[in-house]
């Protein structure tokens, strides 16, 4: 089971940018919370919006109103549209989800992380 994130790229501040993630592999059960997160240089990682698997959405403070989550659970996958791109959003983005494992002994849950994609915001 993996994540496989797409999308990214520069983009001028104002701009807008869409990132993708797609959770594949055939022991999949099910998908609890999926999410992103980005680290810019010399920054820890953090939280840029979650969804649960009923649509829940979380958004961090910094940019509400300007990024929206979407989830298609038929085909696991999460989307992010980021609006009004600012220079701070520039950072690695990391795809995360929460899943439900088929073992030989039941099920596991295991959260993984995707490999990053760069979004460069420039001014």
């Known amino acids: 089971v993996q994540l496989q994130a797409s999308g990214g790229g520069l983009v001028q501040a104002g701009g807008s940018l869409r990132l993708s993630c797609e959770a594949s592999?055939?022991?999949?059960?099910?998908?609890?919370?999926m999410g992103w997160y980005r680290q810019a240089p010399g920054k820890q990682r953090e939280l840029v919006a979650t969804?649960?698997?009923?649509?829940?959405?979380h958004y961090a403070d910094s940019v509400k109103g300007r990024v929206t989550i979407a989830r298609d659970n038929g085909v696991n996958t999460i989307g992010l549209q980021l609006n009004n791109s600012e220079p701070e959003d520039t950072g690695v983005y990391y795809c995360?989800?929460?899943?439900?494992?088929?073992?030989?002994?039941?099920?596991?849950?295991?959260?993984?992380w995707g490999p990053g994609t760069l979004v460069t915001v420039s001014s």
């Open positions: 969804i649960t698997a009923t649509g829940k959405t």
């Open positions: 995360y989800a929460s899943v439900v494992i088929r073992t030989f002994r039941g099920s596991r849950t295991d959260d993984l």
């Open positions: 592999g055939h022991d999949i059960v099910s998908i609890n919370d």
